[in-house]
Structures are given as structure tokens and as C-alpha cells.
């Protein structure tokens, strides 16, 4: 099993991912969905992170995809990732 959090550059805790979609929700204007996270950016960042990637690696995977690259940029600025098995 792997497992992954981010780190809130600005308070050096793990931040909530629910409370990060609220965030991404407000910066990118779009309503918070209770059911999923916008654009699936937990499933892609979590995945990749589990696989040891980094923000450069899961922006070349979204190449081609505005809007998610500017989710990656947006957390790359706020949190660090890290994961462990």
C-alpha cells in the first residue's frame, strides 16, 4: 500500500484534501462538488506521487490539458507532496 499527503508550504502541516478542493474550487471559480474532486486532481496527484513523481513529471503527463496544468502549477505554489508505503 502507498499513501500520500500534502504539505501546506505556508504552515509546514498536511493540509485536508477536501479543504484543498475548496480552495482550488474558489481560485478557479467552480462550485465544490461533495461527490468528487475538480478535474480528478486528487486521483492524478496521488497516484503519481505513490509512484514517486514529481510536479514537472505530472505536468508532462497533463500536457495538452490548460486547465489541469493550471491545478498542478496552482498546488505546486502551496503545498509539497510527499508519500510513503
Not at 484543498?20 to 474550487?25: G, H, L, V
Not at 481560485?27 to 505513490?50: I, N, R, S
Not at 486547465?67 to 502549477?73: G, P, S
Amino acid at each position: 500500500m502507498a499513501f500520500f499527503q500534502l504539505i501546506d508550504k505556508a504552515t509546514g502541516e498536511p493540509a485536508k484534501f477536501n479543504e484543498i478542493d475548496e480552495k482550488i474550487c474558489a481560485a478557479f471559480h467552480q462550485p465544490v462538488d461533495e461527490d468528487k474532486y475538480y478535474l480528478g486532481w486528487y486521483d492524478l496527484v496521488g497516484l503519481a506521487f505513490c509512484l514517486g513523481k514529481t510536479w514537472a513529471n505530472i505536468r508532462r503527463v497533463c500536457a495538452g490539458d490548460e486547465k489541469m496544468i493550471a491545478v498542478i502549477n496552482w498546488l505546486e505554489g502551496r503545498y509539497d507532496g510527499e508519500a510513503w508505503r
